[in-house]
């Protein structure tokens, strides 16, 4: 097996190394592993091939859509799969390629995390493989939120209607539910990171930036500038609220699709400098346009969608400067059910409704 060579990740068995650097220093991470049987060798012309086929690209990897076979007795189809390929060349540097590593491993990390706790709501992790190049294997859902959000229907209605929307809304507030149970932040929640099946359910997906809650970042901000909770460009620090916050900015976008208000028209599209979005963050700029954006779509009721007043309260209490104000995710799963019991799949989310409220009635109890 090729161990990562990272400092603070190992796959699970074999590195001594790595353990003598932990009894160096009485400050180092917890050491991180994965079991042996997600780990896959290939060649470096399957994976040449697979890079060629890809269908993204983004600055630090490409992704492709494949087929994993079992390599038994005959040739079986087990999974369609994305594969996420980092981007190396022959001429990368030593340190780039340990960042490579890094980074796929760190995202196999957290996804197995999340399997092994039987997380419904966030993309299933298949196998992964470092060597000859960090790639990743994940289920293969069809499309994502930022597809879906302005894309129109034959007849120019937006493909997700009010209901749909709300559903992929709450599947990724159950998705924030159960990282929190697993003590994980995501870092960057956005309709792109939103991946939604043809049946239009959602699974939260691309944890590159994910870590352990509490974990502080270097001097890089890590995340997507527009997304990004104030607090957390100030101090670098992963916290579920600062998940919620993008979630809200996420829910905005939804709610202000049509129109494009935020997305486009707004700031993240116009403002080209970094260091502007960076101080707008900052200086609350950012939640201000935010917040008066979210008011206009709650009353110009343009886009086709129409949330329910509770619905708008929510998202603003997520866009709060005060990470204390914003709800938990639990708190967002109740709101929607309540929203969504209007509805015709009205069974599943009035379960949802007795699920949360004799949770709180327990707690209560138990106070
Ligand atoms: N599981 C998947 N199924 C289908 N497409 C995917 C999947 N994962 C990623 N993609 C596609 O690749 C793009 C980039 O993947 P992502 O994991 O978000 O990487 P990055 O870290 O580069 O943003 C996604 O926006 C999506 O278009
Ligand atoms: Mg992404």
């Not at 160096?24 to 994965?34: E, F, G, I, M």
């Not at 939260?204 to 527009?226: K, P, S, Y």
């Not at 579920?240 to 996420?250: H, L, N, Q, V």
């Amino acid at each position: 097996m090729q161990s990562s060579k990272q400092p603070n990740n190992t796959p699970s068995s074999d590195d001594k190394e790595t353990k003598e650097d932990q009894n160096s220093t009485k400050t180092a991470p917890p050491k991180r592993s994965l079991p042996s049987s997600l780990l896959i060798t290939m060649s470096l012309d399957n994976i040449n091939e697979l890079s060629n086929h890809r269908i993204a690209r983004g600055s630090t990897a490409v992704v492709a859509k494949t087929t994993l076979h079992r390599t038994d007795v005959e040739k079986k189809v087990v999974a369609t799969v994305a594969a996420k390929i980092a981007i190396l060349r022959d001429s990368s540097s030593a340190a780039a390629r340990q960042q490579a590593e890094d980074r796929i491993f760190n995202e196999a990390y957290f996804l197995n995390e999340c399997k092994k706790r039987n997380a419904k709501y966030v993309v299933k992790i298949v196998k992964y493989c470092i060597d000859p190049r960090p790639c990743l294997f994940v289920e293969w859902i069809d499309s994502t939120l930022l597809n879906l959000m302005f894309a129109k229907d034959y007849k120019g209605q937006p493909v997700l209607d009010t209901e749909k929307a709300l559903v992929i809304m709450m599947d990724i507030s159950h998705a924030l539910h159960e990282l929190k149970e697993s003590g994980i932040v995501h870092g960057d929640i956005k309709p792109e990171n939103i991946f939604v099946r043809n049946d239009f359910r959602a699974k939260l997906g691309d944890f590159d930036t994910a870590q352990t809650a509490g974990f502080r970042n270097g001097h890089n901000i890590v995340g997507t500038l527009g997304y990004i909770a104030p607090e957390l460009v100030e101090n670098g620090i992963m916290t579920y609220e600062a998940d919620m916050f993008s979630y809200g900015i996420t829910f905005l976008e939804v709610a202000a699709a049509k129109d494009k208000l935020w997305y486009d028209r707004n700031i993240l599209k116009n403002i080209e400098d970094d260091n502007v979005l960076i101080e707008m963050t900052r200086n609350g700029q950012l939640r201000t346009n935010a917040s008066d954006a979210l008011r206009r779509v709650q009353s110009s009721y343009s886009n086709g969608r129409y949330f329910s007043d509770n619905t708008y309260d929510m998202i603003k209490k997520c866009i709060s400067n005060k990470p204390k104000e914003r709800p938990a995710p639990e708190k967002v799963v109740l709101t929607l059910s309540r929203s969504l019991v209007f509805f015709k799949t009205s069974n599943e989310h009035q379960k949802n409704i007795d699920f949360i409220e004799s949770m709180e009635a327990f707690s209560k109890l138990t106070m």
